[in-house]
């Protein structure tokens, strides 16, 4: 787990502070109990919009399941999903409508940037008018997925890392970390 | 049927055409004001209905900018090319959507990525790029110091 | 031309579908005026995948614009690949060899087929059946599998080069293609067990979505939506380029130009794809893959035109080449692009749950459409 950003915003401190999920016996407990409910059933949102979609759709299909992992459901709706894997490059004209999404989402959330596009505009880095380099300049992102277009191994792999990021209590939002602020 | 029999029936419906040498296909240049005519020509005229346009490109010659339509006839499987040229500050052109009807969607990117104005459009607005964005992108002049890299 | 989402002057509803949808068609903006649930009018609104590839291939070489077409109809990735090898071996006047050229129609014929297989699972979805979804994906993978052997990649895969291909076909290809094609053969029966022959799939395509023939040429279909109105225009037939005139297969075409006919099409298509591997796989012959050319490719002044076939049409590569190292102007004709604009035709006085019936068998991939 990345401490850097207890360091910063715990200067004045002497020493380090290394926050526990929760604070205390009982309570930790039961957050390590719910850590483990949430990330063993995360439901996707479906938002593909290129390429990297069918590589999606082939990581939901039969041979590299993810329900195994307990994304089972689907969702359509952003109401009901917890974490929207973005698959495809985002352009202007895509980005406000990726930030209206996560807003409808309820707490808490986790992005997961599928592809080479997602991450960092991709293979339509240079010389185009119209791509957004990157989707972390939208919304926040908790996990990147590198390749054009990730093997579905790949993307299990991205999975896999953000349901142990999530029992180790970090994420970008959602969780409370040690010190009672939202990281 | 073959290139050499259609140019006999372009030369007959258009005298006042030029005729470009070494293409693949017969290529025609026209003028722009009288397209509308000359497109209702080459569709009606019985030993031509070129009744498929499968290709609207705009091209921006950095002196003026270019139409070229590819045309083809599903009767007799000859091919056609007609470009026409436009000034560069003004570029305006009768539009052949109620000709051919794919002429919609393709005249409408021309408009959204060269500024080309197309008269008597049914729609004329952006199709790709936002409603509010300055400027037309493919144009050789269009500036973009962000993204664009001149190596 | 729509202003705002609500209801109009005479009563009719706007509404929004998309652009995220749970279709797996891609970023497609519709909006739909409805009198109760009748569709009086569907625009689509597009531009939520343009990535301005037009502009950026006039910076990239001619061996690296190649791969981006990969990515604009990332379904028929090698048939996209091979028209645009097509134009600038045209261009450049380059002989390519034998070998090569059975391989890229080998490619090109197990490409169609993923993609029928994955539009067929994706349009059941569509229209309610869930299972079709993941027995189409299954076979999908053993193509895919064969693809990664050879290839390097399961998707978007830059394989075809101006010349030929750019590796040697791996030792195993012949026998995985042999079994995958006996294999494919019995599932095609079973598919048609499955959905065609259900009653309740017949009654919601059959009668829905007519096109006619000469709607279809005037709004520039191509493919099998412009076949199942009884319009020839297979690009492998009237202008064969690779080794198509020396195979024997049919053109398929239905005259009654519905939902259903549409379907019928594509389906056969996939048998004729498989009959022709069968006649090509025994048949590889021998020699080089790649024709030598230079390091750095330049094409003459002037312009040239390639086309092949894809899955959803007629793919055009038209470039304007004034001698350099890189186009002057790309213009890439692309199948959607002129199969979209006849949706609004086509959806008129019928019901919603009928729109995404004919968005399904219209086939769109919309980064094809956008580019």
């Known amino acids: 787990m990345d401490v850097k950003d207890v360091l910063e915003k715990n200067e004045p401190f002497p020493g380090q502070v290394h926050p526990t999920p929760g604070g205390g016996i009982l309570v930790s407990s039961i957050d390590e109990v719910i850590s483990w409910a949430r990330s063993n059933s995360l439901w996707p949102l479906v938002f593909g919009t290129s390429c990297c979609a069918i590589e999606m759709m082939s990581t939901a299909s039969a041979k590299y399941d993810w329900s195994r992992f307990g994304f089972e459901v689907a969702r359509a709706t952003p109401r009901q999903a917890d974490v929207i894997i973005i698959a495809g490059t985002i352009v202007n004209k895509m980005a406000p409508v990726l930030k209206r999404l996560y807003d409808q989402m309820a707490d808490p959330k986790y992005v997961i940037a599928m592809g080479a596009c997602a991450t960092s505009g991709g293979p339509f880095f240079y010389n185009t008018y119209s791509v957004v380099k990157g989707a972390d300049h939208v919304i926040p992102v908790d996990v990147y997925v590198a390749g054009c277009p990730p093997r579905p191994e790949a993307l299990i792999h991205a999975l896999i890392t953000l349901q142990e990021k999530i029992r180790n209590g970090g994420s970008t939002q959602g969780a409370v970390d040690g010190n009672g602020k939202n990281g | 049927m073959d290139k050499e029999m259609l140019k006999t029936r372009i030369v007959d419906h258009f005298p006042s055409a030029s005729i470009e040498e070494g293409t693949e296909w017969l290529t025609i240049s026209v003028d722009a004001s009288t397209w509308k005519n000359d497109a209702l020509k080459l569709r009606q005229a019985e030993d031509l209905k070129l009744d498929y346009l499968f290709c609207l490109t705009c091209v921006d010659w950095k002196t003026h900018l270019s139409l070229v339509f590819h045309l083809h006839s599903t009767i007799y499987r000859h091919t056609l090319v007609v470009k026409t040229k436009m000034d560069r500050n003004l570029p305006e052109i009768e539009t052949v959507s109620d000709i051919w009807r794919t002429a919609e969607f393709h005249e409408r990117e021309a408009y959204d990525l060269f500024g080309v104005r197309f008269l008597n459009h049914p729609d004329l607005r952006r199709l790709f790029m936002t409603d509010d964005w300055k400027g037309w992108p493919l144009r050789k002049d269009y500036e973009d110091p962000v993204n664009m890299i001149r190596l | 031309m729509i202003e705002e989402i609500g209801t109009t002057e005479q009563g009719d509803l706007v509404i929004n579908v998309g652009p995220q949808h749970p279709s797996t068609h891609g970023v497609l903006h519709l909006v739909i005026t409805l009198s109760g649930e009748t569709i009086r009018n569907v625009e689509p609104h597009l531009g939520y995948i343009h990535r301005s590839i037009e502009k950026m291939c006039e910076s990239l070489s001619y061996r690296q614009f190649i791969y981006v077409t990969s990515r604009m109809d990332y379904l028929s990735s090698h048939i996209n690949n091979h028209g645009c090898a097509l134009c600038v071996e045209k261009g ?21 087929l993923a993609s029928h297989q994955l539009w067929w699972g994706a349009m059941a979805m569509d229209v309610g059946a869930l299972t079709p979804f993941f027995h189409a994906f299954r076979e999908r993978e053993s193509i895919n599998e064969i693809m990664e052997e050879t290839c390097g990649a399961r998707l978007t895969m830059n394989y075809m080069v101006p010349g030929g291909v750019m590796a040697d076909l791996h030792a195993n290809f012949q026998n995985r293609v042999k079994k995958f094609v006996q294999f494919f053969r019995s599932k095609l029966d ?61 053109e398929i075409t239905e005259s009654r130009g519905d939902c259903f006919s549409r379907y019928l099409v594509r389906l056969r298509e996939m048998r004729e794809s498989l009959s022709i591997i069968d006649q090509l796989i025994d048949n590889i012959p021998e020699g080089d893959y790649q024709a030598k050319t230079k390091a750095v490719l330049k094409l003459p002044k002037g312009e040239f035109y390639s086309r092949v076939e894809t899955a959803r049409g007629e793919f055009g590569v038209y470039i304007i080449s004034e001698g350099g190292t890189t186009p002057y102007r790309i213009k890439f004709r692309s199948p959607g692009f002129s199969n979209l604009s006849a949706l609004n035709h086509m959806a008129r006085g019928y019901k919603i749950g009928d729109l995404v019936a004919i968005m399904g068998t219209l086939d769109l991939v919309i980064p094809d459409i956008d580019r």
């Open chain 3, 190 to 250: 079973e598919y048609d067990e499955l959905v065609t022959d259900n009653v309740i799939f017949q009654n919601r395509m059959k009668g829905i979505g007519v096109l006619s023939g000469e709607d279809a040429i005037s709004f520039g279909c191509s493919g099998p939506t412009a076949r199942a109105s009884g319009v020839s225009c297979d690009i492998r037939k009237l202008y064969p380029y690779e080794v198509y005139d020396q195979l024997k297969f049919e």
């Open chain 3, 92 to 112: 450049m006047q380059i002989e390519v060899p034998a070998r090569a050229k059975v391989i890229r129609v080998l490619m090109d014929e197990l490409t169609r």
